[in-house]
T-cell receptor, first 111, second 112 residues
Framework: GENVEQHPSTLSVQEGDSAVIKCTYS??????FPWYKQELGKGPQLIID?????GEKKDQRIAVTLNKTAKHFSLHITETQPEDSAVYFC??????????FGKGTHLIIQP | SQTIHQWPATLVQPVGSPLSLECTVE??????LYWYRQAAGRGLQLLFY??????ISSEVPQNLSASRPQDRQFILSSKKLLLSDSGFYLC???????????FGQGTRLTVV
């Protein structure tokens, strides 16, 4: 089955700086890679996703890049703001049982 | 629009007591349904998934069970809770496998 590794587990950046979270996956057949944001005490919510026919996707301050050859994908957040503080999860196709998630990154935005 | 409801939001139960967490989805038919557990504020561990009524697949052996009595209802149960069952339980649905997953707000279970 699919295996997803996510790094770092904790990331602290100054407000206004950029944050990058990286994930690798094992199954070369995977074609769907979403990113979720989870605020304290709530369920995760999709913030951006990418499919394997695209190398990069942007939505305002958030972007995701995908390198299928190397089997890794990354989340980029620019001009970070206090409300970006949360836990972020990457995921990849996991076959019939749905998505396989990374272990999460706790992003801390320092004022 | 589609919505997912999960309750209760918090639950404190003694060891050895039964458990029933319910999840319902509105606005869609034949969703794929999932139960996840999240321990220590991180990591989503898939517990059960269902592609249809009465069809349950388990990812890990455990003290829990799941049932899908109706198309848009998914229930997580236990006959006797253990301390190790404490955690944050999340229900989710997808329209198809490997598409966007929509999560409920979660249930914080504390077994004492």
């Amino acid at each position: 089955g699919e295996n997803v590794e996510q790094h770092p587990s904790t990331l602290s950046v100054q407000e206004g700086d950029s944050a990058v979270i990286k994930c690798t996956y094992s199954d070369s057949a995977s074609n769907y890679f979403p990113w979720y944001k989870q605020e304290l005490g709530k369920g995760p919510q999709l913030i951006i996703d990418i499919r394997s026919n695209v190398g990069e996707k942007k939505d305002q301050r958030i972007a995701v890049t995908l390198n299928k050859t190397a089997k890794h994908f990354s989340l980029h957040i620019t001009e970070t703001q206090p409300e970006d503080s949360a836990v972020y999860f990457c995921a990849a196709e996991g076959g019939a049982d749905g998505l396989t998630f990374g272990k999460g990154t706790h992003l801390i935005i320092q004022p | 629009s589609q919505t997912i409801h999960q309750w209760p939001a918090t639950l404190v139960q003694p060891v050895g007591s039964p458990l029933s967490l319910e999840c319902t989805v509105e606005g869609t038919s034949n969703p794929n349904l999932y139960w996840y557990r999240q321990a220590a504020g991180r990591g989503l561990q898939l517990l059960f998934y269902s592609v249809g009524i009465g069809q349950i697949s388990s990812e890990v052996p455990q003290n829990l069970s799941a049932s899908r009595p109706q198309d848009r209802q998914f229930i997580l149960s236990s006959k006797k809770l253990l301390l190790s069952d404490s955690g944050f339980y999340l229900c989710a649905w997808t329209a198809e496998p490997n598409t966007e997953a929509f999560f409920g707000q979660g249930t914080r279970l504390t077994v004492v």
